[in-house]
């Protein structure tokens, strides 16, 4: 209902549309077609096989400007975890690390990192066809940077390459750039409400996908719970102290009485 009164019941309603659409292609497409078997296949070989600790979100949209943290929790907090649906512990990891940002802020942020690291960081790209609001060649100079990134990080730049633009040979070897870093490009139209709700349902069915392969329950979050117990019982603390190192360890009893001897000034 908030939802709804915010965007409109025209936008509400197709919105719902993106979403049913993409769930009917979940249920009806050929696996060596489904979106959300595929990428949720990628992210199990990198992750399991290559050793991939993290995945990042980068939309060339500032309208989806937090797309990633919405999708960070819905990943995280679905497939992160350690125990199998039958109770044993699971011998290989699950979840990755999921962030990012607009793709506009992160080239110069971290995109460093992405091509010339030393961590493998598998990545999808998110682009439109067309702007929302087109305002000269802003959105060919933003599509341009989105190909030019992920054709850098698939295929980078040899130190011939970079010697033969005459760059001096004391710099060559920071100028090269190995290549064969993966990526997704997801691309659609336009960024409408349709649009949105296929794109959120593509990555809750490629965690759902995830969540099977892995064998974990992807609906239940019980690792949240073990905080919240403490915090009510460090909340009683607050008001009564005595007796708080047979409640907590050195460390957290330390944190809390410094925290009461100064929260007032």
């Known amino acids: 209902l908030p939802v709804m009164a915010a965007i409109g019941a025209a936008n509400f309603m197709e919105m719902l549309d993106g979403f049913h659409r993409m769930d009917r292609h979940f249920a009806e497409a050929p696996f060596e077609r489904n979106m959300p078997v595929i990428l949720g296949l990628l992210g199990v070989w990198y992750g399991n096989f290559f050793g991939a600790q993290t995945h990042a979100l980068l939309p060339y949209d500032q309208y989806l400007h937090r797309f990633a943290a919405h999708i960070q929790q819905l990943d995280m907090e679905s497939n ?3 125990t199998a649906r039958d109770g044993l512990r699971v011998a290989y990891d699950t979840g990755p690390i999921i962030w990012g940002e607009p793709g506009t802020n992160g080239q110069h942020a971290f995109f460093q990192l992405l091509h010339q690291g030393t961590r493998l960081v598998p990545a ?8 929302r609001h087109p305002i000269g060649d802003h959105h060919d100079k933003l599509m341009a940077n989105m190909f030019a990134q992920t054709e850098a990080l698939a295929f980078g730049r ?13 710099l060559v070897p920071h100028r090269t750039f190995d290549g064969n870093r993966p990526s997704n490009t997801i691309m659609a ?6 649009t949105l709700g296929a794109l959120v349902a593509l990555y809750e069915h490629k965690v759902f ?9 992807s609906f239940d979050q019980w690792g949240v719970q073990l905080g919240k117990t403490l915090a009510d019982r460090i909340l009683r603390d607050f ?7 047979t409640r907590h360890d050195s460390s957290t009893c330390g944190l809390i009485r410094r925290y009461l001897k100064r929260r007032h000034g």
């Not at 999808?124 to 702007?131: A, K, S």
């Not at 040899?158 to 004391?170: H, L, S």
């Open 124 to 131: 999808d790209f998110i682009g439109f066809c067309r702007p």
């Open 239 to 245: 008001s009564d102290s005595s007796g708080l190192e």
């Open 209 to 217: 996908v995830q969540g099977t392969i892995w064998n974990v329950n």
């Open 80 to 82: 992160g975890k350690s």
């Open 189 to 194: 139209d336009e960024l409408r409400p349709a």
């Open 158 to 170: 040899t130190a011939e390459e970079v010697a033969a633009e005459g760059v001096v040979p004391e």
